[in-house]
């Protein structure tokens, strides 16, 4: 069921059965950011999924690719996305957006770099160092086709729990604001809704007739969250495993942390058998499958 994260925090909290001199509001918002952390360490499900395009608009993948050398061959960096937990598969894609060709191989840092070390196919590989995540050869640097973007499609963190639209012209029309417990002022000129402003001074100067302009506090609802609106028991049960254990409660601790990665091994196994359904299934066996 939807729940706002209001309504999860109260969810949690009658699961606890323990008053607020116990177990206080945030210290219950902490578990359950814990527990969201925890699930996207080992959760592995298509909400989780996420591409991210890099173009070569205003030349962005040109400047970030060096060019071969007599001893290597040329090179392209990309920033990882913030909220990326486990890339999935990196490819090169042109302007209709057709695959180019598929960084297939990854390769430690060490055999990235060393041009004397075997690899496998001596094409189309990549490596991840701290934030950057390196793909060889370069971008559009093959026979294969012309190359617009990259794309890499990775798993991913949510937004945070209690994240909330921001209070903005566009968000007021597509109905994601209220004015319950809104603090943030929106000022609208002659009933214009299509118009708004943060603060008076703008609004007053955009009202040349001084005439008609009217205000409110707004506040945006919460952005839609798939284990708050989807799967809450994973959050219920990691939240009450992280209580218990704040309250030196071993034993019920243990219980719902069991209950909690039950949970995740359900949903990971379901999507592994619907991966395995709907037609003969061939499978290329890699490195992280055996170790």
Known sequence: MALTYTELTALVRSWANRDEEVVSDSIIQDSLQYAADKAYRTLRIPPLENIAVFNNTDDALTNATVAASNLNPS???LQVPQDLVEIIHIKETDANGNTVRVFNEKLDTRTFFDPTTEKYTNNNYFTRERNVIMISPGFNDSNLGVAS????YYYRRLPALNSKYAVTTL???AGFLTTTGGTTPLYFVNGNTATAYTTQAEATAADTNSAGTNSANYIGIDVPHYLRDENERILLYGALAQIFAFTQEDEQAVKYDKLFYGEIKELNDEDKQRQASGGNVQVN??????I
């Open 171 to 173: 968000n007021y029309s």
């Open 149 to 152: 973007n990259i794309e890499v």
């Open 75 to 77: 090179r392209t960096e």
């Open 285 to 290: 066996f890699n490195g992280r499958g055996l």
